[in-house]
């Protein structure tokens, strides 16, 4: 079951393969390079003392490495050498495993920005990721925004490192293709917000993709197994303000819904612990409405659900008519089986991403949805066939969505000397995990 933490929102029946979801809306160098210098002199907008910090108006961009250097950083897997000189981190090895260089401590959401040159082989830049204390030396895994220097040049893609593999390639994305150099510096800007993840490679926007497996996890760096030598320099980044959490049910009492039709919902069970269930009647179908109107958002409902005709409607119209909005249907085969699960809709746009027990089972786009509307959980016309059952329900809220800035590569600074080299020994802790 999805952990209430991971999923830190509220929307427990939208769980239909977003196929159902129908539509019922009124009707080692740190020397500039040529191809650097083209890009900066064709933008006459890019002062030459830009600074780091300008590369994204809100919020600043600081180092990843403050001190220029990899201390505290460790390495994690094959056996890889990872030196820093004059700014630039350069990771080069020939074993048969993968090696990463891991930050010291977990990031959740943010905006990584920097640039990288490979010479030889494959790599990737971690994020998000979880280590594993297995195999003597430890393995990493979770999401890798991939550099890859062959004919297929899916640069900028997204893969899941050990455990599901691709989640968001290239192969429809051209533009994207052609954006990365082999051979030269390439400007990477990665943005993680909540469940939404998007890339940018040479200011050419590469994936855009929805996923809920981890909340937060360590940045690191791939040498991969082979030959591989890749060097990474200005690297950027910006952590996030959190999302505001609305909590619509804890096993206490409702909070932020009220009953739109038919009769109440009763608690079964002594709160905090309590379980919330729609009455099973012959009226009309009761239903819950959100108090508030959300735009882009995260919502999540644990529980159970053994009514096939019950529905989780994204955004009404202005007017809340129940007939209105975006809706799934949630008493699926899958949830009808007597046990707890999780259903979380991530909301963003005119883009609905829906995922049970973090897998996930559909996505619709939604031109003529609104941009903001209420939720409602509805069940089943004549009430008489199962029922909802909430343990607990959330929303997350997430401040407006803008692009960062991604314009060419930022032009030379001096940078510190080398600083201390990283260790080769796994964290003597162990990070946290994916649940």
Request: hydrophobic share 35%.
């Amino acid at each position: 079951m999805v952990s209430a933490a991971l999923l830190p929102a509220a929307t427990f029946l939208a769980t239909t393969s977003l196929a159902a979801v129908t539509l019922h809306a009124p009707a080692p160098h740190a020397a500039p390079d040529r191809h650097a210098a083209s890009l900066m002199s064709a933008t006459s907008s890019v002062p030459a003392d830009l600074d780091d910090t300008e590369r994204l108006a809100q919020p600043a961009l600081k180092p990843l490495f403050p001190a220029r250097s990899t201390e505290g950083w460790h390495i994690v897997g094959g056996k890889a050498d990872f030196s820093m000189r004059d700014g630039v981190l350069t990771g080069h090895g020939t074993d048969t495993r993968n090696a990463f260089l891991v930050s010291p401590r977990n990031y959740g959401d943010f905006v990584l920005d920097l640039e990288l040159r490979i010479d030889e082989g494959n790599s990737g830049i971690q994020i998000r990721s979880q280590v594993r204390e297995d195999e003597g030396s430890g393995s990493l895994v979770g999401y890798q925004v991939e550099i890859d220097p062959t004919p297929r040049s899916w640069s900028g893609g997204i893969y899941d490192e050990g455990r599901r593999g691709w989640l968001f390639d290239l192969k429809d994305n051209e533009e994207a293709r052609n954006a990365f150099k082999p051979g030269e510096w390439n400007r990477y800007v990665i943005e993680c917000r909540g469940p939404w993840f998007r890339t940018w490679v040479n200011g050419v926007p590469a994936a855009n993709g929805v996923d809920i497996m981890d909340e937060d996890g360590r940045i690191a760096f791939q040498v991969h197994s082979g030959r591989t030598t890749v060097h990474w320099r200005r690297v950027m980044i910006a952590e996030l303000p959190p999302p505001k959490v609305v909590r619509m049910f804890d096993g206490g009492a409702l909070q932020a819904w009220s009953v739109r039709s038919g009769l109440p919902w009763s608690l079964d069970g002594i709160p905090p612990h309590a379980r919330l269930v729609n009455p099973m009647t012959e009226a009309e179908p009761s239903a819950l409405v959100s108090d508030e109107a959300y735009g882009d958002c995260l919502a999540i409902i644990e529980g159970r659900c053994d009514d096939p005709g019950a529905a989780f409607i994204v955004r009404l119209p202005e007017g809340g008519e129940l007939d209105g909005g975006v809706r799934s249907k949630i008493g699926i085969d899958r949830l009808r089986d007597g046990k707890d699960h999780a259903i979380a809709v991530a909301i963003k746009g005119a883009r609905v991403n829906t995922f049970v027990d973090r897998s996930a089972v559909g996505e619709r786009e939604e031109p003529d949805m609104p941009a903001h509307g209420r939720m409602a959980i509805l069940g089943s016309p004549g009430q008489k066939q199962g029922t909802i059952s909430i343990d607990r329900a959330r929303v997350m809220v997430y401040p407006p969505m803008e692009d960062p800035r991604v314009g060419p590569p930022m032009p030379e600074r001096i940078v510190p000397p080398s600083g201390t080299q990283p260790t080769a020994a796994p964290p003597t802790s162990s990070p946290a995990t994916a649940p």
